[in-house]
């Protein structure tokens, strides 16, 4: 396939589903063979221990994503490889923690170049995978504008609440500054999702968000529901398609997958 396609999973409200999205989607599109780099970039390391990191701010330094992005900071290898650590068939992961949070301040001081960093840490590992899925910190700072000029593409988790709707505009806004640098970026699609067919409420959320398709924001036609296998799932560091494939949750996220692989493979008339 040549080199990887490159997708940010973001927004910058908390609890809408990213890293859930994040594992999910990977291990879908690991089922279907292709091979899977998750990319931890929230000092909060929720998807490194989704995968079964227990104590990730236990972790040395060169073993997460802070060495290799303080490498390239520095003007040095990234040595990314030596970073990267296998999770199960066809994927692999970046992981974080606490330190990263020290990154984004040091980040600040870098005159040149900073919002390049991360797409020079990919670059030597982009002939090992098809797909690199970006777990996005919830916030609009230094790595998640590396995140978004690293990327090809964005997928924006919305959970079916007002205020997550309301965010919207202001990832747009961030959005189109990281277009400056990063031309080819483009929207994949918002999701929807832990939607709940007993609150009324989401139902005209839903209605709304789907209003914004037909003014061009592009949307995922899958809606992840909420259920608690999915919090069950997380609680053994599984992703739920492992848990319960035969789930909602996990025949929704397989669906995704089926929307995002002609994206990935060149193919998408979205």
Not at 11 to 28: C, E, I, S, V, W
Not at 118 to 137: G, K
Request: hydrophobic share 45%; with cysteine.
């Amino acid at each position: 396939m040549g080199k990887a396609k490159i997708i940010a999973v973001t927004n910058q409200k908390g609890g809408t589903g990213k890293t859930t999205t994040t594992q999910n989607l990977g291990d879908a599109l690991a089922l279907k063979g292709l091979r899977v780099l998750l990319v931890d970039m929230d000092h909060q390391a929720s998807l490194s221990i989704l995968c079964g990191i227990d104590q990730p701010d236990q972790l040395p330094d060169e073993q997460t994503i802070a060495a290799p992005i303080l490498n390239v900071a520095n003007h040095e290898d990234p040595n990314t490889r030596a970073t990267i650590r296998h999770i199960h068939d066809n994927v692999d992961l970046l992981a974080s923690n606490v330190m990263l949070s020290r990154v984004e301040m040091y980040l600040s001081s870098v005159s040149m170049g900073r919002e390049t960093i991360l797409r020079r840490v990919l670059e030597p590992v982009m002939d090992d995978y098809d797909v690199i899925i970006i777990d996005c910190a919830p916030n609009l700072g230094n790595l998640t504008a590396n995140d978004m000029v690293a990327a090809d593409g964005m997928i924006v988790p919305m959970c079916a609440q007002y205020l997550s709707v309301k965010g919207l505009d202001l990832l747009l806004a961030q959005y189109s500054d990281a277009k400056l640098l990063n031309p080819g970026l483009e929207i994949i699609g918002a999701l929807i999702t832990m939607k709940d067919p007993r609150r009324t409420m989401q139902g005209r959320i839903v209605e709304s968000l789907q209003a914004q398709r037909e003014q061009g924001l592009a949307m995922f036609d899958t809606i992840i529901p909420r259920a608690a296998d999915t919090e069950e799932a997380s609680a053994k560091a599984q992703s739920i398609i492992a848990f319960k494939p035969g789930s909602k949750v996990a025949q929704a996220y397989l669906r995704l997958a089926d929307e995002v692989m002609p994206w990935i493979m060149g193919e998408d008339a979205r």
